[in-house]
């Protein structure tokens, strides 16, 4: 962004506008359009004439260039009118509507959808080895594999009663619409559907059923029977559309009646899907990112046209941007995945049969000296421990929150178990009085040399958490990881980052909480007059 005022210096100093993309360099015009200037030039290709009060409207390079920038810096029309030197803001609303048509006409059309990729291509292109062989039970028969979500794009307030119920979420507390993203495992957009409203009789299940029975069976001819669907829990009313249809699906497992735990099965397969699902958060991610036109609030003149914005947007990723590379997403670890998926939890069998949950204990909150003989581990085991760098990201917030601050909640260490290598650690609420989780870790005990039987390369041989996804032995929960982060790793470095706590210290609270969170105990009296 400094980049992009910078440049608006210069013209201001050499009396110059905007006119083409040759009064920037490489560097200022990404900061000017999503694309490269060599990529514009393609692009232009497709500005087809508009038709217009029975007249073509000619799409001119600065056109183009200017609604690539509304698109890139979400900048206001009044401000595109000054350094486009168009002669109102009128004028270019207008433009920023041709040419959003005639990008509508081919463009969209030949880069994203059904009819813009065969099925055979879409498979030897975008599916990648990695998912083919962690969700299609028949590897050797490669089938299509999608990731289906939707997302968001916040709109102004309407006048219109109407509008202003149906697209008011109740989960988000803002209006917004609902595009949906239908994305290949390396992140090719197949199909944007949408926008939806989102009040409660738009969610994720009915829209997805919607989209099957509207699109004049363009998807429904696309898919063939035992291609695959990864979704999340939210479309799980529309399971019985993609059984009919002979599309097996992936989504996270439901807890049963009654149960407060995923089993050590369901907890693992859960994770497998997450494992690629992140895929179409990615990308959603990347409208917001790339097109900072979606991370604003439209004005509804925008929103009214959404649906081909947020197709050009898509089919501009598709044809311009590189694909999404998962590290390590290699055919060998996909069969590590499955395999360790397997694993039954020993730790949560031993918890189970000795009542350890129940045990008494004598609680201490944990701190940096805790478990000298824990073993010091690399974030390259970390990431392989956990199956990815969520947790692991996640780690320092829980840790801030819940070792470094007094907070309400703490972890807290059981000094009552003395066994070498089986730490039990629980997750304790001061103000509730009561322990939300408990965690157990079985590890292979340091001494002043390194780890004892040094020729096994697994330092942590176990862990169970009672939080409802705990069980599981691919993967760890974000409690287990946290603390494992921190007695194997955290504590032995010197430079580690924990979230910015500067906005406490220049912010008021109502509430008086000091840095640590607490609530003084003084009574203040009211006095009625």
Sequence with gaps: ??????????????????????????????????????????????CDPVLQNGRHRYIRRKD???????????????????????????????????????????????NIGPRSITRQDFIARHVTEFSNILYNPQPNEPKAIVVIDSTYAYIHKSSHFRVLRQSYSV?????????????????????????????????????????????????????????????????????????????????????????RQLTTEDANASRIVTKSRWIVESRNGHFRSVFKFFANTLCLQHAKNLDEFYR????????????????GATAQAAQEILERSRIPNAVQARVEVDNLTRRNAQWRRLNHRD????PLLDLEYLRHLTLGVYQINLAPSYIQDKVLRDNDEEFQLDKHLNEAGFLRIRVY???????????????????DEGIENADDADPI?????????????????????????????????????????????????????????????????IIND
Excluded at 434 to 444: D, K, N, T, W, Y
């Design 1 to 46: 962004m400094s980049a992009f005022f910078n440049q608006l210096r210069h013209v201001a100093v050499a009396k110059a506008k905007f006119i083409d993309e040759n009064s920037l360099n490489d560097e200022e015009f990404q900061c000017i359009a999503p694309i490269t200037k060599q990529q514009f030039q393609d692009l232009l290709t497709y």
């Design 64 to 110: 183009l260039l200017m609604f690539l920038c509304k698109l890139r810096q979400g900048l206001s029309d009044e401000f595109l009118k000054v350094i486009f030197d168009y002669g109102s803001k009128q004028n270019v609303s207008t433009v920023i509507d041709y040419v959003r048509r005639a990008l509508a006409q081919r463009f969209v059309s030949e």
């Design 171 to 259: 989960h988000k507390h803002r209006h917004l619409l609902k595009p949906t993203l239908v994305v290949a495992p390396d992140g090719f957009i197949l199909q944007i559907f949408g926008p939806y409203f989102s009040d409660s009789r738009n969610n994720d299940a009915e829209i997805l059923r919607h989209d099957f029975e509207t699109d004049g069976n363009a998807l429904k001819e696309w898919f063939q029977r035992n291609d695959i669907v990864l979704v999340d829990r939210g479309y799980r009313d529309a399971i019985p559309l993609l059984q009919l249809l002979g599309i097996q699906y992936e989504m996270p497992a439901l807890l049963g009646a009654g149960q």
């Design 312 to 327: 050009i947007a898509g089919a501009i990723l598709n044809r311009y941007h590189p694909m999404i590379h998962m590290e």
């Design 371 to 374: 478990i000298p003989e824990f």
């Design 429 to 447: 609420s001061r103000f509730r009085n009561a322990g939300r989780h408990q965690i157990f870790i079985l590890f292979r005990v340091a001494d």
């Design 461 to 525: 041989t176990g862990y169970y958490c009672t939080c409802q996804s705990g069980a599981r032995t691919l993967g760890a929960c974000a409690h287990v990881t946290s603390v494992i982060w921190f007695l194997g790793y955290a504590r032995h470095q010197v430079d580690v980052r924990y979230p910015d706590p500067s906005l406490l210290n220049t912010t008021l609270d109502a509430a008086n909480r000091d840095a640590e969170g607490h609530v003084p105990n003084a009574e203040i009296e």
